[in-house]
Structures are given as structure tokens and as C-alpha cells.
């Protein structure tokens, strides 16, 4: 068989990429040099992967950002604002994703969103009555010849023009349809240029296919296709599809001049069944996602065969194996965890591994099950990798309706509170986090090295609460937050204080542009050890008068946000996590803290791709294991939660399901929809639609945000409305931190002003 993969994770195996980027940022590298550290870390890629026997290639899965970005600027699917500003190519896409605020213009930037059911972000394409369709970038073409150059023929990839359409923005009336006699020319034109440079396969990423789809929806996939497929000439087109299975459109698929098909076999494992519906023709190759492109778990062997197996039952078609989707979801490499036991070592696998098991596979498949490659990996399933807490799990099943039942009702609970606080009409907060400087990070890297001890350590994070504090103070900010100077993420922290889990010390993976995360790996049964944030929050409390807010990370998001186990269900997984946590909250309670914040930012992003999984998959449980984390507060103490995500449309009833008093929503950088659904659905969780996009270093003048306010109060009753910035800032820095919330509270005094006025 042939081996592949669908994409290699481009941060650098020590974030490279990341660190230059941020340098070109400061202007402290130039544009030549950067690109000469990204073509350097190509190579390394490439090379890796060619040494590891991958027989196919892909190139192009490299971006400066993000690779929704890569298409649209590739295709002059640019607004004109970003044009106007005259800015050299690098320095355009760079203002597309983060915003531009400087001599040449101030523009926001594109919307961000969460790229299906991943922690990754992609930059939303933004479709208008200007946009005019063309091919004008090179990145695709110079990355082919790049890679040609160092001796490997790769196949070139490229997000396709449907997933485009199905993720873009639409202004000024225009639909998709006004845009599909260009894409069909452009893509063409990509695929006759790269067959020119010598390219024989040439990958679209269509994954936008793995959502429920209607007949117009199909309708479109097949008129773009009939077009590019037409005109192609003989290069040879591999239609990649992941995270899910093409139950509606695989008989489309079957049907186009496709030369493969890339189905996903592991969240899409009913595509298995898929195949019994329809012929899939030997004259096409069949792209088998065998390797999970999303855990970190040794792939079972056996089950991967026994896959493999029941594709061949089905089809002559040839098989290439391949990742279920890109890798760029998973760490580099295990070679560089010095701290992890070789005991623990041996169950995982990062890219770098992922690429080897394909390799094994392969090899597996032409010998016989005798191979000691094979005999040693069911050697290592055979027996348990850890020692169930049973007491925990007797408790768990054991939990009743009252459990997961807040009492009083909301309502009531609310009349308390609002008593009790006695905040001001339209209370303003921020969402947790204050900047994680240098100084912060470099801290806690001291500690990490044993530079420091713990006390200085605290002592140092404890100056930076003060400092923080003082400014909430003096800005008239009603409720405070400690900052979270002492976490070095909203989920690994937690992890670091949880029994169950385990970390790396280079995990890291792209979350969105510059920015990574190192998601811990939930190895065993999950209890709290001991108190995780009360000494921070106590702390913090005894410094101010104003009510300091509590701050935890929700179970659901703790869960999504790790690496999961897959022996036992995510549901009680996340229910062993939603016990820890409610010590927690009601120790916080005990210490004297009057507003718990559990943030659930990850509950949106893991929705069921396909709506008719949402409840009986996923809803029915993620709802109730956050209702168990606060279910037996007092009434006096206000649960707030946060999400940082835009879109929630058809489950808008089952957040206020949540039975949180207030919850905080990212807003400013969607098109504030979300106000539609909150005044449709009757929202009864008093909320804060963010006023401002955090993603940004560009700061919000008044006016702007007096504008969203206004916007929230003609959708929302101003006695819900609490007001706040769309997500925790400890990615800003310090003075645009500082002037954006002096605007936030200076624009909040003027609309309660107005609001005096009007009574
Ligand atoms: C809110 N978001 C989050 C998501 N997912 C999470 N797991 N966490 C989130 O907060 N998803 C959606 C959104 C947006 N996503 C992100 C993701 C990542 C960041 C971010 O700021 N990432 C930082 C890394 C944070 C971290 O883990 N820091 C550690 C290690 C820091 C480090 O690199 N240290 C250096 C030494 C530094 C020195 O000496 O000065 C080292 O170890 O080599 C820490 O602070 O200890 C990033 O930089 O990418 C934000 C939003
Ligand atoms: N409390 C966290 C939430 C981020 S989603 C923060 O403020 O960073
Ligand atoms: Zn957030």
C-alpha cells in the first residue's frame, strides 16, 4: 500500500515559527528573514516525513496564520478595507488576521471561528458586492517548487472552494452562487499551473462536506466540481474530506471525475457502513484515514487492520492509508518528553509517531500478523494501563436528579443576589485574565527551573494581582477578577492541580496564528487533590471592597480541551472532572467568595458537526455535568459562566439550560446574531455579550462601543445586561489592555447616563 497524511503541524517542533512571527511582529526581524526561517522549517518538515517512508507528501499545509486565510488571499478574496491600506502582501494578510491600527489605516480584524470541531481558529472569508474572484497569490506554486527543489515531488493542498463558501461571510446580499463561475475558473487555473510545474496530485480539502447537507447544498458542490474537474487536464484530483463521516454525499463523490476520494475512518467510522450504500468504483483511490490525526494515542493496531479489512470487503478501489485529517491537531514529537515515564511513553504517539505507525501498518500488511511489529502492539493493549478509582464511580452512578438541580429557581435566586451585590444597572467585569507579560511568563519559567522558590513565586503574582487591582479600582470597574497571573493556561493549570492527568513539556499546538496551547492528557481517573484557586482568589478578595470573582475552568472544557481518554466515555469523564470541580466551587464559597465564574469557553466548539447528533451525543450530558459543578451553592453566591464563541443559534435553550445566573458570550467580532437569538429564545441567564474583540491588539474608541452597548440594549432588558470584553486578555498587552477598558467603562458610564436620562 501507499502511505500519506493529510497535513503535518507547522508551529516548529519548538515554535519556531511562533517566535519568528512574533519577532517580525515587534520589527525586530524583516520580512526576508522570516521567510527564510519558515522555508527552513519546510524542509525540516518535509524531510522528517520523507524519513519516517511516507510515500506521498503534501506541501502548501503550511501557513503564516491560518490555511482558510492562505486560499481566500490566494484567490483576492481580500474586503477593499484591508486593500486601501497599501500595505506590502505579508504585512495585508497579517492585517486580515490580527486588524491594523497604524499610519496606513485602522481596520479590525477578519472574524475568527472555531475550525469545525477543533480548538483551532480559522479567519472567516468575507464574500461582498467588490469581491472579484482571481488568482493572484503564489504561496501554492512556490511552496510545490520549494519542495521540488530539495528533491520531493509533493501534492499540493488547498482548502476547497465549497468549504470556502460554507465558512464565508456574505454581504450586500450576495449568496454563493455569485461566486461559483470564479471559483471554478480559479481553481482550474491553480490545478493547470501546478500540473505545469510537474505536480501529479493535487489535494482539496473539502471538510465542510462532513455537515449535514441538503440537495441545494450538494447541488453547488457538484456545479463547481463538474467545472474544475472538466478542466483539470491530468493532474489527479485527491477530494479530502475529515472529522466526520459523507453519509449524504458520497454517492456525489462517487460520481464526479474525482482520481480519489479521502474519507475519515475514525470520527467518521460510519463511513464504513456508508460504503455498503454505495459502489465505490475500483477506477478511483481511496484515501483510508486509519490514524487518529487528532489523539495522542498509540493506535491499536488490530482495530486499525480490522478497518482496513472492512474497506477492502467493500471495494476493489486501490487504498492509500493516510491520518483521519491533518496532524496539525497534535504535538510534534514524543522525542523531546524527557519527564514522562518510558511505561507511559510507550502508549502515545504525536505526529512524528503517527507517521511511523502508517509506516508499521504498511509493513504489517504485507507480512502476516506473525510480524513482531503487530505482536508487540497487541502485547501492549492486553493489559490495563492504569488502576480504576471504583469508590469515585460507585459515587457517580449513584448521583440523582437533585444532583444536577440548583435550588432556588433562577428567578429568585437572582432578586437574592441583586439585593445582596447591589451593583450598579449595566455592572461592568472582564473575563478573567490580565496580561501574560514577559515578566509573568518568565516567573513562573524560573520557578519551572528552580530559579526561584514557591514563595517568590506567589509573592510575584501576588504584586501583579494588587497592581491589576488598583486599575479595576480606578477605572470603576464593579466586579474585579485576581487576573489568573498564576495559570499558564485555563486547562492545564487545572490538570497540573487534578489527580488523573499527565503533560508534556512540548505538546504544544496550534490554537490560532501565533498562538498554542498544550493540551494535558487525561491518563486515568480524574479527583481533586487538594484546593486549586481558593488561595488566589482569598488573596485577591482581601485586597479590594469590590466583589472579586472567582475563576474556574467548566468541566466540559477542561474534557475538550485535553487530550481525552477513549476507555471510558467523554460523559463520565467529564462527570468525574464536574465532581473535583464542585469541591472546588463550594470551598470558594466557604472562603467567602460571592461570584464563581466556570468558564465553559470549549462547550460550542465540540457540538456535533451533524444536528442530529447534538442532544442525543453530546447535549444531554455536557448540560447536566455542568449543572453538577454548581448545584449546591448557596443562593446568596452568583455562578456566572463565559463562552468564547458567537454562533449559538439553535442551542441558545439548552445554554440557559446551563441554570448559570450570568454568562459572558464573545460577540463584537461575529455579527452580534447572537443578540437576534437571545432576544428570540427569551434568554432568561442575565448576560454580557462581549463589546469587544480581545483577539486584537487594536483598541475600541468609546464611541464604538457605546455603539455595541446600544446594540445589546434594543435586544436585550438593560437590568441583564452586564458588560465586558468578549474573553479573558492575557494575550494583550498592557497599554492597549489598559485603554481598552478605560473605554469599556467610560462608554458603560455615558449609556447609564443615557439610560438616567430617559427615565
Ligand atoms: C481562550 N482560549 C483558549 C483555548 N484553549 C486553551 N487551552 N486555552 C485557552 O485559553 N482555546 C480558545 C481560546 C483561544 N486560544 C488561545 C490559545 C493559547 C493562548 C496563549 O496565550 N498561548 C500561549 C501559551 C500559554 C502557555 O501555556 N504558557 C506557558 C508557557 C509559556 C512559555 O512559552 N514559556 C517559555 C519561556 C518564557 C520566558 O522565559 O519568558 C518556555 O517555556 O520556553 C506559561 O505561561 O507558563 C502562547 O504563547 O501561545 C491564548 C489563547
Ligand atoms: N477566564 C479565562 C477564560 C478564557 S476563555 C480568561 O479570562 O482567560
Ligand atoms: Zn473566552
Known amino acids: 500500500m501507499t502511505t500519506t497524511i493529510v497535513g503535518y503541524p507547522r508551529l516548529g517542533e519548538h515554535r519556531e515559527l511562533k517566535f519568528a512571527t512574533q519577532k517580525y511582529f515587534k520589527h525586530t526581524i524583516t520580512a526576508d528573514e522570516l521567510q527564510a526561517k519558515v522555508k527552513d522549517l519546510r524542509a525540516q518538515h518535509w524531510a522528517t516525513i520523507k524519513a519516517a517512508g511516507i510515500d506521498q507528501i503534501p506541501s502548501n499545509d503550511f501557513s503564516f496564520f491560518d490555511q482558510t486565510l492562505d486560499a481566500a488571499t490566494l484567490l483576492n478574496i481580500v474586503p477593499q478595507r484591508y486593500k486601501d491600506l497599501g500595505l506590502a502582501p505579508l504585512d495585508e494578510y497579517f492585517a486580515l488576521a490580527r486588524g491594523y491600527q497604524g499610519e496606513a489605516g485602522d481596520v479590525k480584524a477578519l472574524a475568527m471561528k472555531k475550525w469545525f470541531n477543533t480548538n483551532y481558529h480559522y479567519l472567516v472569508p468575507e464574500f461582498d458586492q467588490d469581491t472579484d474572484i482571481r488568482l493572484v497569490g503564489d504561496k501554492i506554486f512556490d511552496e510545490f517548487v520549494e519542495a521540488k527543489a530539495a528533491g520531493i515531488t509533493t501534492r499540493p493542498v488547498i482548502v476547497g472552494p465549497y468549504t ?350 501565533t498562538r498554542g496551547v498544550k493540551p494535558p492528557i487525561i491518563w486515568g481517573d480524574v479527583s481533586r487533590r487538594d484546593a486549586i484557586t481558593v488561595a488566589a482568589s482569598v488573596y485577591a478578595q482581601s485586597q479590594t471592597d469590590h466583589i472579586m470573582k472567582g475563576m474556574l475552568t467548566g468541566p466540559v472544557t477542561i474534557l475538550n480541551w485535553s487530550f481525552p481518554r477513549e476507555d471510558i466515555t467523554r460523559e463520565l469523564s467529564t462527570k468525574q472532572i464536574a465532581l473535583a470541580l464542585q469541591d472546588e466551587v463550594l470551598d470558594l464559597e466557604k472562603h467567602g467568595i460571592k461570584i464563581i465564574q466556570i468558564d465553559e469557553a470549549a462547550l460550542r466548539e465540540k457540538l456535533p458537526l451533524r444536528k442530529s447528533d447534538w442532544f442525543s451525543k453530546y447535549l444531554d450530558w455536557a448540560v447536566p455535568a455542568f449543572r453538577l459543578v454548581a448545584s449546591k451553592v448557596q443562593p446568596e453566591t452568583q455562578i456566572h459562566t463565559h463562552m468564547c464563541y458567537s454562533e449559538f443559534g439553535d442551542i441558545i435553550k439548552a445554554i440557559d439550560d446551563l441554570d448559570a445566573d450570568v454568562i459572558s458570550f464573545e460577540a463584537s467580532r461575529g455579527e452580534l446574531t447572537l443578540l437576534d437569538d437571545l432576544q428570540a429564545s427569551h434568554f432568561e441567564t442575565h448576560v454580557g455579550p462581549g463589546v469587544y474583540d480581545i483577539h486584537s491588539p487594536r483598541v475600541p474608541s468609546v464611541d464604538e462601543i457605546k455603539d455595541v452597548i446600544h446594540k445589546i440594549l434594543a435586544k436585550v432588558p438593560a437590568n441583564h445586561v452586564w458588560i465586558n470584553p468578549d474573553c479573558g486578555l492575557k494575550t494583550r498587552e498592557e497599554p492597549e489592555t489598559k485603554a481598552s477598558l478605560i473605554n469599556l467603562t467610560e462608554a458603560t458610564r455615558q449609556v447609564r447616563q443615557e439610560l438616567a436620562d430617559e427615565n
Open 164 to 513: 470556502l463558501l460554507r465558512l464565508g461571510r456574505f454581504l450586500d446580499g450576495k449568496t454563493a452562487a455569485d461566486f461559483t463561475p470564479a471559483l471554478i475558473t480559479a481553481y482550474t487555473e491553480i490545478a493547470n499551473r501546478l500540473s505545469e510545474l510537474g505536480a501529479d496530485w493535487f489535494q482539496i480539502d473539502e471538510p465542510a462536506l462532513v455537515y449535514d447537507q441538503s440537495a441545494a447544498d450538494l447541488g453547488l458542490f457538484t456545479e463547481l466540481y463538474a467545472g474544475i474537474l472538466a478542466g483539470k487536464g491530468d493532474l489527479k484530483i485527491l477530494l479530502q474530506t475529515y472529522f466526520g463521516d459523507v453519509r449524504d454525499s458520497l454517492d456525489t463523490l462517487v460520481q464526479l471525475n474525482f482520481d480519489g476520494i479521502g474519507l475519515d475512518f475514525i470520527e467518521g467510522r460510519t463511513n464504513l457502513e456508508v460504503l455498503d450504500t454505495v459502489q465505490f468504483p475500483k477506477d478511483k483511490v481511496l484515501y483510508a484515514g486509519i490514524i487518529n490525526g487528532k489523539n495522542i494515542w498509540k493506535a491499536h493496531y488490530a482495530k486499525a487492520l480490522s478497518t482496513l479489512t472492512g474497506i477492502r470487503q467493500r471495494t476493489d478501489a486501490p487504498i492509500v492509508i493516510s491520518t483521519s485529517c491533518s496532524l496539525q491537531h497534535v504535538p510534534y514529537t514524543l522525542r523531546n518528553e524527557t519527564k514522562l515515564p518510558a511505561a507511559e511513553k510507550q502508549y502515545l504517539a504525536f505526529a512524528e509517531e503517527k507517521l511511523t505507525e502508517l509506516h508499521e501498518l504498511d509493513q504489517i500488511d504485507q507480512t502476516n500478523l506473525d510480524n513482531p511489529l503487530y505482536t508487540a502492539n497487541v502485547a501492549l493493549f492486553s493489559t490495563p494501563r492504569y488502576e480504576e478509582n471504583k469508590a469515585l464511580n460507585a459515587k457517580i452512578a449513584a448521583l440523582t436528579p437533585a444532583d444536577y438541580t440548583r435550588l432556588p429557581a433562577r428567578k429568585e435566586r437572582l432578586a437574592i443576589q441583586d439585593k445582596k451585590f447591589g451593583l450598579p444597572i449595566l455592572p461592568t467585569t472582564t473575563i478573567g485574565s490580565f496580561p501574560q507579560s514577559p515578566a509573568v511568563r518568565k516567573n513562573r519559567a524560573k520557578l519551572r527551573k528552580g530559579e526561584i522558590t514557591r514563595a517568590e513565586y506567589d509573592a510575584f503574582n501576588e504584586a501583579e494581582t494588587r497592581r491589576w487591582i488598583k486599575f479595576q479600582e480606578e477605572i470603576g470597574l464593579d466586579v474585579l477578577v485576581h487576573g489568573e497571573f498564576e495559570r499558564n493556561d485555563m486547562v492545564e493549570y487545572f490538570g497540573e492541580h487534578l489527580d488523573g492527568f499527565r503533560f508534556t513539556q512540548n505538546g504544544w499546538v496550534q490554537s490560532y496564528g
